[in-house]
């Protein structure tokens, strides 16, 4: 077994012991298929503060996009004002 890495046939064969791994070393395990990853095993605490963290970063986007959106906004000239300054070369 690697590091991170466990085939599905070893996993079954192993799985208390595979757990309780997972879940005091805190490290997620990668779990292969013929070859292939197709799984990650991870301790509980783990995956919901990797959850907690992903809703935060949608906020902080949503959020930023909604303020970019009013900058913007606030700061359009009126016509007046941005044909003065289309005028004016300095």
């Known amino acids: 077994m690697e590091t991170n890495k466990i085939s599905a046939l ?13 879940r005091y070393s805190k490290e997620p395990l990668i779990v292969t298929k013929n070859g292939r990853s197709v799984i990650v095993m991870m301790d509980i605490d ?3 503060a990797a959850q907690e963290n992903a ?3 949608s906020f ?5 996009d909604e303020r970019v959106k009013e900058f913007l906004a606030e700061d359009r ?5 941005s044909a003065a300054l289309r005028r004016d070369p300095a």
């Not at 070893?10 to 997972?22: I, N, S, T, Y």
């Open 46 to 48: 783990l995956y919901q």
């Open 60 to 64: 902080i986007e949503s959020y930023a």
């Open 55 to 57: 809703r935060d970063e």
């Open 10 to 22: 070893d996993l079954r064969k192993r799985f208390g012991e595979v757990l309780d791994r997972v």
């Open 77 to 81: 000239l009126d016509a007046t004002t």
